[in-house]
């Protein structure tokens, strides 16, 4: 039976609420979170959005032709973020030039080593990454000052629909992908999820 990108999140329901709905994100909802909490996933998603930078290139080098279009324009609008990320970063005094702490070294060695997986995986991966924040920083609601800024980044019609498109396109290859790459595929969803699980706990416990 083919998986779908739907199948995967009604199969595994529990780890994907797990990696979306989470204190850290509820605290921001609240206005409660700790400003070292916060500095801390503001510095490492930084680094690990320059490592997903490097793994949408080599997903392009990986995809279809026909892929392309909306590929190139995700690494587009990363050139931004990057540059989004280094503006919050100076306002808060915060240094960017840091080490990656266990969570986000291991979650940058797994996306580094998707390059080696076939397209369909990384078309998942992609699509999965993607949707975490899409769905984590959505699902609270609308949240207070100076939060909705890092909220509506993710939440806004433009990077929702990003992701729904994503999704086709995963769902496109999986459908003639062979049972052990949607098995792969499959896999890699559920690690991504608990990643991102991970990455929200590393900053919640920052003290």
Request: charged share 20%; hydrophobic share 40%; aromatic share 12%.
């Amino acid at each position: 039976m083919t998986i779908t990108c739907t199948k995967l999140l009604l199969t595994h329901s529990q780890i994907w609420h797990a990696a979306t709905i989470h204190p850290f994100l509820q605290q921001c909802k609240l206005g409660t979170i700790k400003t070292q909490q916060f500095n801390t996933w503001l510095v490492q998603d930084y680094l690990f959005v320059v490592e997903f930078t490097r793994m949408l290139a080599k997903v392009l080098a990986s995809a279809p032709p026909h892929h392309f279009e909306l590929i190139l324009g995700g690494l587009a609008a990363l050139q931004d973020e990057l540059s989004w990320f280094k503006k919050k970063a100076a306002e808060r005094q915060l240094n960017l030039n840091t080490k990656k702490q266990p969570i986000c070294t291991k979650y940058c060695e797994y996306m580094h080593s998707l390059g080696t997986k076939p397209y369909p995986v990384q078309a998942t991966a992609l699509w999965a990454i993607e949707l975490a924040y899409n769905q984590g920083w959505q699902l609270p609601g609308e949240m207070p000052a100076p939060y909705n800024e890092f909220a509506n980044r993710w939440v806004n019609p433009g990077f929702t629909e990003y992701v729904k498109l994503l999704e086709q396109q995963a769902d496109e290859v999986l459908e003639t992908a062979t049972n052990d790459i949607q098995q792969q595929a499959e896999e890699a969803f559920v690690k991504v999820a608990k990643f991102e699980q991970d990455f929200w706990q590393m900053a919640f416990n920052a003290t």
